[in-house]
């Protein structure tokens, strides 16, 4: 079964300083992971993805995350953290498959705080 | 292009009712994807509809039911509403093209639903 596992419920980081919010994932055959952010009475908003080629992935707002198939984890990262980056995130994992087809597992979200 | 619309925003109910909840894709993507979100359980997946066919679904009751028109537009049904069935209701879009997963999903602002 696939299963996504955000350690951290909060993180909190000042801002100017970089940032990392950690996701390890289970899945059988090859992932397709993705990093989507949510702010107050919002929708999803997606960041990034990895489907295959380079471990590094840039995404929208400077976020960046890394592919690690040996620790199964793919941590979403930011040199610099903003105030305004404050919000819910959250990782997703989807795997091959017909019985997988549009079908993202999320982790539970881990809220960052970014304070001045 | 007009985003992912979900009608209406916020809805009451009592136990015992039924609801009906619509979202509208973005024009030219034929994937929708249905999810709950409780802060309990997080993000659940319900069920995907492409082109009129269900083509996956989650791990919820017969209750939930959802369906797809030939203009994609997408609508989830809940009968005898239980209280625990308290959540946002996010649908997202996706091309389709292939396997949806490879296509970035986009989601709605999510229909707030309180049962009472």
């Known amino acids: 079964a696939q299963s996504v596992a955000q350690p951290e419920d909060q993180v909190n980081v000042a801002e100017g300083n970089p940032l990392t919010v950690k996701c390890t994932y289970s899945?059988?055959?090859?992932?397709?992971l993705f990093w989507y952010v949510q702010y107050p009475n919002r929708g999803l908003q997606f960041l990034l993805k990895?489907?295959?080629?380079?471990?590094l992935v840039k995404g929208s707002y400077g976020f960046e995350a890394e592919f690690n198939k040996s620790q199964t984890s793919f941590h979403l990262k930011k040199p610099s953290a903003l105030v305004s980056d404050s919000a819910l995130y959250f990782c997703?994992?989807?795997?091959?498959?017909?019985?997988?087809?549009?079908?993202?597992?999320f982790g539970q979200g881990t809220t960052l705080q970014v304070k001045p | 292009k007009a985003g992912v619309t979900q009608t209406p925003r916020y809805l009451i109910k009592t136990r015992g009712q039924q609801v009906t909840l619509s979202c509208s894709p973005i024009?030219?993507?034929?994937?929708v994807s249905w999810y709950q979100q409780t802060p309990g359980q997080g993000l659940q997946f319900l069920f995907e509809?492409?082109?009129?066919?269900?083509?996956n679904k989650g791990n919820f009751p017969g209750r939930f039911s959802g369906r797809q028109f030939s203009n994609s537009r997408s609508e989830m049904n809940v009968s005898t509403l239980e209280l625990g069935d308290s959540a946002l209701y996010l649908c997202?879009?996706?091309?389709?093209?292939?396997?949806?997963?490879?296509?970035?999903?986009?989601f709605g602002p999510g229909t707030r639903l309180t049962v009472l």
């Open positions: 899945v059988s055959g090859n992932p397709y």
């Open positions: 024009s030219g993507h034929r994937s």
């Open positions: 990895y489907i295959t080629g380079d471990n």
């Open positions: 997703a994992v989807s795997a091959q498959g017909s019985g997988n087809t549009g079908k993202l597992i």
């Open positions: 997202a879009s996706s091309s389709g093209t292939g396997d949806p997963i490879l296509n970035e999903q986009f």
């Open positions: 509809y492409f082109s009129e066919t269900q083509r």
